[in-house]
């Protein structure tokens, strides 16, 4: 294979290939279902399993194998008893700015799902993280993040009730929770945040609606307003199909 005069920007160097040229029949059959992917577009039928593996003259299961990296990269997902060519990922912004704000920008339908709005004395390992004080009271809003109606995460939230007491009444829970701290006059000053990958447990694959082996993205965030004082604390699973994230850096 030519190189680096096909090499795409951001692809990986040979396209995968080792120097020694030993390729794996599974990622041969995967390059060249990704071509096709290309050719197909968005929400173009895959072949079946059946019609691949005599096309490209291998077993079934290395066929499977390949298909199962491409739907966990999110190039394709399964639709029915089928599999379709995915869309692009959502690009979110590593920023203070809400997840309505990045999904809209990229043409598509913020919403969420209430899975539990709940008060309760803040724990001694929250009142550590936050500086809040150990015992206060604390909501604890859990929603269900949705994209054209179609789930993609679950994000829970952490805030003392004497910043925002009247949420459970005020607040509607398939809006923007910064829009609504904007409305009550508490502007954002900063924050920590920390991303890892995680595998979701039995209880958020369910209320996700993706298999449990399938990675995500994990964000924790602290936040603090313009004076310093403590104002949020996010847990935010993205899937990791479905989702990337994006920010600038200076010099």
């Known amino acids: 294979m030519d190189y680096p005069n096909d090499q795409a920007p951001g692809a990986p160097v040979r396209s995968g290939i080792p120097e020694h040229g030993r390729i794996p029949k599974y990622y041969a059959v995967k390059a ?40 966990l990269e999110g190039k394709l997902r399964r639709q029915g008893r089928g599999t379709v060519v995915a869309g692009p990922k959502l690009e979110q912004p590593l920023s203070l700015a809400s997840y309505t704000e990045g999904v809209r920008r990229q043409g598509r339908t913020p919403g969420r799902s209430l899975v539990t709005l709940d008060r309760f004395p803040c724990p001694a390992a929250l009142a550590a993280e936050t500086g809040l004080e150990r015992g206060e009271p604390v909501w604890h809003l859990e929603r269900v993040l949705l994209a054209d109606d179609e789930r993609v995460g ?30 009550q006059g508490i502007a954002f000053g900063d924050a920590d945040e920390r ?57």
């Open 154 to 183: 679950l994000e829970s939230t952490y805030v003392a009730v004497a910043r925002v007491p009247r949420l459970d009444s005020d607040f509607h829970p398939d809006s923007s929770f910064y829009g609504y701290l904007h409305e």
């Open 195 to 251: 991303i890892e990958t995680v595998l979701a447990t039995p209880r958020e694959a369910l209320l996700i609606g993706t298999p449990p082996a399938l990675p995500m993205l994990l964000i924790h965030r602290v936040s603090r307003d313009t004076e310093g004082r403590p104002l949020e604390r996010v847990r935010s699973l993205y899937r990791g199909d479905r989702f990337s994230f994006t920010t600038r850096l200076r010099g």
């Open 32 to 71: 060249r279902i990704d071509r096709l992917v290309g050719e197909l577009g968005e929400g173009g039928l895959i072949p079946t399993e059946r019609d691949l593996s005599e096309e490209y003259g291998v077993a079934r299961e290395t066929v499977r194998q390949a298909l199962r990296e491409l739907v």
